[in-house]
T-cell receptor, first 111, second 113 residues
Framework: SQQGEEDPQALSIQEGENATMNCSYK?????LQWYRQNSGRGLVHLIL?????REKHSGRLRVTLDTSKKSSSLLITASRAADTASYFC???????????FGTGTRLTVIP | SAVISQKPSRDICQRGTSLTIQCQVD?????MFWYRQQPGQSLTLIAT?????????ESGFVIDKFPISRPNLTFSTLTVSNMSPEDSSIYLC??????????FGSGTRLTVV
């Protein structure tokens, strides 16, 4: 299976704290993306990092990528209750266009 | 980015029946995909919908159970055939275009009773 692994499976933090989620994958990739899903609905694209990039920022989001370890992390700073959702990493394999998703992290931000 | 209209958003179906899910994209896309998300699980790719030809299925998914059509670049359907309670899942379509990357539909929540 191409599916990646994420940890933790679930994370509960207080509003204002930072949340860090990790993703590991198995094959060579073209890029890695992070998505958010609210209540089992459609996915919202958060950020994309290419295989030749090591770090990327977007607002309160910071993503790192270590291709030697086949891992990525997503940091959400100054969390808000509205950040409560499931977060998935997804990889695009070199030469292919379909995405392979990680197992997901369920984040709960307590007001 | 592109916008995908997916319908129905949810349905409750009797076992043994079939349901067809539709996805319409508002932009030209290169690729369209169908995913399944079982309760509490991640997304699993069912197939890549190919325009004007048979879809490319992933291991564990077959055309007889999940027939897919893509008559043009911006429209695709997925049928869940001869449903059983194990087919209860969220089904999502996705589109890829070089200009905007990946976009997902809002999903179809299927319950089979």
């Amino acid at each position: 299976s191409q599916q990646g692994e994420e940890d933790p499976q679930a994370l509960s933090i207080q509003e204002g704290e930072n949340a860090t989620m990790n993703c590991s994958y198995k094959t060579s990739i073209n890029n890695l993306q992070w998505y958010r899903q609210n209540s089992g609905r459609g996915l919202v694209h958060l950020i994309l990092i290419r295989s030749n990039e090591r770090e990327k920022h977007s607002g309160r989001l910071r993503v790192t990528l270590d291709t030697s370890k086949k891992s990525s992390s997503l940091l959400i700073t100054a969390s808000r209750a509205a950040d409560t959702a499931s977060y998935f990493c997804a990889t695009s394999k070199t030469g292919a266009n379909n995405l392979f998703f990680g197992t997901g992290t369920r984040l709960t931000v307590i007001p | 980015s592109a916008v995908i209209s997916q319908k129905p958003s949810r349905d409750i179906c009797q076992r043994g029946t079939s349901l067809t899910i539709q996805c319409q994209v508002d932009s030209q896309v290169t690729m369209m995909f169908w995913y399944r998300q079982q309760p509490g699980q991640s997304l699993t790719l069912i197939a890549t919908a190919n325009q004007g030809s048979e879809a490319t299925y992933e291991s564990g998914f077959v055309i007889d159970k999940f027939p897919i059509s893509r008559p043009n670049l911006t429209f695709s359907t997925l049928t869940v055939s001869n449903m059983s309670p194990e087919d209860s899942s969220i089904y999502l379509c996705s589109a890829y275009g070089q200009l905007y990357g990946y976009t997902f539909g809002s999903g179809t929540r299927l319950t089979v009773v």
